[in-house]
C-alpha cells in the first residue's frame, strides 16, 4: 500500500514538473513584440547606407528615397518618429540584435544569409548585379568573361561582393556602394559592381558620374527589409506594404525615385 502511494506521489510531482517545463519553454520562446517595444520608446530606428535611389540626402540633409520614403509611412502608421543611422553594411545583423536599429531598410537583397539570419519581409522591388566601367570601356564588356579582366570596387558584404566571388573577380572591399563608384570615377579602380537601381539613378548622362555605364548584369534577385529574427515588425511591414500597393501610393512612391517598373505586386 505504502509503495502505491508512493508510486501516486511520484507519479504526480513527474506530471507537475513536466507541466512547468512546459510553461518555462512556453515563456522561453515567447519574446517581447518588436512593434510593442517600438511603439513604447516612440522611434522606430532605420539601418541603412547612402544608396540613391533608395537612401540619400537631399540638399537640405534630410534622408530621402523609394526606402527612406516608405519608412516613414511605416513610422506614421506606428505613431512612432522615424530616425535613419548609416551603418556598417557588413555589421548589419549585429546592428539589429543589438538593437541599435530596428530595421534594415537599404535595397537589400534577399540572400540566403539574409532570409537565414533575420526576420524578412516579402519581396517589393526586382533587381540586378552590374558592372560598371568608364563610359569610353562599355563597348568592351560584352559578357561576364570579358569582365574578368578588371580589377573591382565591391561594397564589403554585398550582393556585389558576392556575385564577384561567384565569377572569380579580383575585388577590393569598400565601405558602400558609392564608394565603389567614386573608386572607378577616379580609377583608383577598373570597374565596379552596384545594384542596378543605383546605377540607373547615379550614373550616366545627367547625373553625378555621366562618364561612367553599366554594362552586363550579372544576377537577378530581389529586395526585401530585414528585422530581428522572430520580430513581429516584418509581418506588420508586409501588411503596411499591402495597403500601399492596393492604394496606390507604394507606386506613386516608386515613380518619384524612378524604380516604378521594378515594383513587386503586394
Not at 77 to 87: A, D, P, Q, T
Request: charged share 20%; aromatic share 8%; net charge negative.
Amino acid at each position: 500500500m505504502k509503495n502505491r502511494v508512493l508510486a501516486v506521489m511520484s507519479a504526480a510531482v513527474m506530471a507537475l514538473s513536466l507541466v512547468a517545463c512546459g510553461n518555462a519553454s512556453t515563456s522561453a520562446g515567447t519574446g517581447e513584440s518588436d512593434v510593442d517595444y517600438i511603439k513604447g520608446k516612440g522611434t522606430l530606428v532605420v539601418g541603412i547606407t547612402d544608396f540613391a535611389p533608395m537612401d540619400y540626402k537631399d540638399d537640405n540633409g534630410e534622408w530621402i528615397g523609394f526606402d527612406a520614403d516608405l519608412a516613414k509611412k511605416v513610422a506614421d502608421s506606428l505613431g512612432v518618429n522615424v530616425e535613419f543611422v548609416e551603418i556598417d553594411w557588413d555589421n548589419k545583423v549585429l546592428e539589429l540584435n543589438n538593437k541599435s536599429i530596428d530595421v534594415v531598410w537599404n535595397g537589400m537583397t534577399l540572400t540566403p544569409e539574409v532570409t537565414n539570419s533575420m526576420e524578412c519581409t516579402n519581396a517589393y522591388l526586382n533587381n540586378a548585379q552590374v558592372v560598371v566601367v568608364p563610359s569610353n570601356m562599355a563597348s568592351l564588356v560584352t559578357g561576364v568573361d570579358e569582365a574578368k579582366s578588371f580589377s573591382y570596387a565591391v561594397e564589403t558584404g554585398s550582393a556585389g561582393e558576392q556575385a564577384a566571388k561567384d565569377n572569380e573577380f579580383n575585388y577590393t572591399g569598400v565601405t558602400s556602394q558609392a564608394d565603389a563608384v567614386m573608386e572607378v570615377q577616379a580609377g583608383t579602380s577598373e570597374a565596379c559592381i552596384i545594384d542596378l537601381l543605383m546605377a540607373g539613378a547615379m550614373i550616366g548622362e545627367g547625373t553625378s558620374y555621366p562618364d561612367l555605364a553599366h554594362t552586363v548584369e550579372l544576377t537577378t534577385e530581389e529586395y526585401g527589409i530585414g528585422c530581428r529574427k522572430g520580430s513581429d515588425l516584418a509581418a506588420y511591414i508586409n501588411d503596411q506594404l499591402k495597403s500601399y500597393y492596393a492604394d496606390g501610393s507604394l507606386t506613386e512612391t516608386a515613380k518619384i525615385y524612378g524604380v516604378q517598373d521594378a515594383v513587386i505586386a503586394q
